[in-house]
């Protein structure tokens, strides 16, 4: 039975910095937490006017920095058993280390659904750790503005998946962290491509059920995928060609992968015929490299002649996607697809509509 919107939001936590406490500041366990922040949110809800909330049971609680590929399917598996069973809306707290990968991968899983995930985290602890006595909210903590923020978005019910955080909030893989600890961490925009375009606004049950089964068809295949996926990042530097060169032929003996390469300004990669060969030996080897910019706003272009040259050796360019979206679009394909080919070709058609992709020979 579909659920309606009078359904409370279903609330995941999953560590980070949100849930910290005491001298030296270190996660609070789960049975301890989780308890608290109801205890807070009840007593808060009067004077807020916050939606309904249930709690969704999570058993991979961490530091986001410790997120694998393996953790990121955790979290789909766990949203997708939810929908199945007619949940549509949720808010999903983690830390910021990880937080616009792991928004960014979820915005590609989750394409083509009307489900609506919020996700949301702070720079500074929900919890006062000067007052020893009882659990009390930081008043100087961006912790209890950024949950219930991300609370009345989730339950306004849009498809898709968000980032919430310091009042705004973006399409996930639009997202990126800018600032090491100031509480305007994070900054996106709100022109995506797909996969935000694909989201359905509400989707009729035969269709919803059409996608359940073709996920949950491949839900072990991608788990088992997920434990040997691997992403590598390039980065350019004013070095000799042959450091990257030497970086990526070590990379060539390896299973099928993503590989970023990460260009100075609009993409630039410093050309030599060993790299080059590389390059095209990348492509016969199975592996997917995807330019990117490691400016974090403009993205990549082939305007350049010491950029366009990579463009006749297979690699994709990765237009105006962010690097973790670049790493979540590539680790999907990974996950989802089960040949390079097919890989590259749902990556192309991908880019060609949202009309931003380089054609080459």
Same mark, same amino acid.
């Given at each position: 039975?579909?659920?309606?919107?009078?359904?409370?939001?279903?609330?995941?936590?999953?560590?980070?910095?949100?849930?910290?406490?005491?001298?030296?500041?270190?996660?609070?366990?789960?049975?301890?937490?989780?308890?608290?922040?109801?205890?807070?949110?009840?007593?808060?809800?009067?004077?807020?006017?916050?939606?309904?909330?249930?709690?969704?049971?999570?058993?991979?609680?961490?530091?986001?920095?410790?997120?694998?590929?393996?953790?990121?399917?955790?979290?789909?598996?766990?949203?997708?058993?939810?929908?199945?069973?007619?949940?549509?809306?949720?808010?999903? *707290?983690?830390?910021? +280390?990880?937080?616009?990968?792991? @928004?960014?991968?979820? $915005?590609?899983?989750? #394409?083509? %659904?009307? /489900?609506?995930?919020?996700?949301?985290?702070?720079?500074?602890?929900?919890?006062?750790?000067?007052?020893?006595?009882?659990?009390?909210?930081?008043?100087?903590?961006?912790?209890?503005?950024?949950?219930?923020?991300?609370?009345?978005?989730?339950?306004?019910?849009?498809?898709?998946?968000?980032?919430?955080?310091?009042?705004?909030?973006?399409?996930?893989?639009?997202?990126?962290? *800018?600032?090491?600890? +100031?509480?305007?961490?994070?900054? @996106?925009?709100?022109? $995506?491509?797909?996969? #935000?375009? %694909?989201? /359905?606004?509400?989707?009729?049950?035969?269709?919803?059920?059409?996608?359940?089964?073709?996920?949950?068809?491949?839900?072990?295949?991608?788990?088992?995928?997920?434990?040997?996926?691997?992403?590598?990042?390039?980065?350019?530097?004013?070095?000799?060609?042959?450091?990257?060169?030497?970086?990526?032929?070590?990379?060539?003996?390896?299973?099928?992968?993503?590989?970023?390469?990460?260009?100075?300004?609009?993409?630039?990669?410093?050309?030599?015929?060993?790299?080059?060969?590389?390059?095209?030996?990348?492509?016969?080897?199975?592996?997917?490299?995807?330019?990117?910019?490691?400016?974090?706003?403009?993205?990549?272009?082939?305007?350049?002649?010491?950029?366009?040259?990579?463009?006749?050796?297979?690699?994709?360019?990765?237009?105006?996607?962010?690097?973790?979206?670049?790493?979540?679009?590539?680790?999907?394909?990974?996950?989802?697809?089960?040949?390079?080919?097919?890989?590259?070709?749902?990556?192309?058609?991908?880019?060609?509509?949202?009309?931003?992709?380089?054609?080459?020979?």
């Amino acid at each position: 039975m579909t659920k309606t919107r009078s359904n409370p939001i279903r609330l995941i936590y999953a560590g980070g910095t949100f849930g910290s406490y005491g001298r030296p500041l270190a996660p609070l366990s789960a049975d301890i937490f989780l308890p608290t922040l109801q205890h807070l949110l009840a007593e808060q809800n009067n004077a807020n006017n916050l939606p309904q909330v249930s709690w969704l049971d999570n058993t991979l609680i961490k530091d986001s920095s410790q997120l694998t590929p393996s953790d990121f399917v955790h979290f789909y598996q766990l949203l997708l058993a939810a929908y199945a069973q007619g949940d549509r809306r949720f808010v999903l *707290i983690t830390g910021t +280390d990880t937080l616009s990968y792991l @928004g960014a991968f979820l $915005a590609e899983a989750f #394409a083509g %659904s009307d /489900i609506c995930v919020v996700i949301t985290a702070s720079m500074r602890p929900l919890l006062d750790s000067d007052v020893l006595h009882s659990y009390t909210i930081d008043a100087n903590s961006d912790a209890w503005d950024n949950l219930t923020d991300s609370l009345k978005l989730a339950a306004a019910g849009e498809s898709g998946i968000k980032i919430g955080f310091g009042g705004e909030s973006w399409p996930a893989q639009t997202v990126q962290k *800018i600032h090491s600890h +100031d509480l305007m961490a994070f900054t @996106g925009h709100s022109r $995506a491509a797909y996969p #935000a375009n %694909s989201y /359905i606004k509400s989707l009729p049950d035969t269709r919803r059920q059409h996608w359940l089964d073709d996920q949950q068809e491949l839900v072990d295949f991608i788990e088992a995928r997920a434990k040997q996926a691997r992403i590598h990042a390039l980065y350019c530097l004013p070095n000799d060609t042959e450091v990257m060169s030497n970086q990526l032929q070590a990379l060539l003996s390896q299973p099928p992968c993503g590989i970023i390469l990460l260009g100075f300004g609009a993409g630039n990669v410093p050309y030599s015929p060993t790299l080059a060969e590389a390059l095209e030996l990348a492509y016969k080897n199975g592996h997917m490299v995807v330019c990117a910019s490691q400016s974090p706003f403009g993205g990549v272009s082939e305007s350049y002649a010491a950029g366009s040259w990579q463009y006749d050796y297979h690699v994709i360019s990765g237009g105006r996607l962010t690097i973790p979206a670049i790493y979540a679009r590539l680790l999907w394909l990974l996950l989802r697809y089960d040949s390079p080919a097919r890989r590259r070709q749902r990556w192309l058609n991908n880019v060609n509509q949202a009309g931003t992709s380089i054609k080459r020979r």
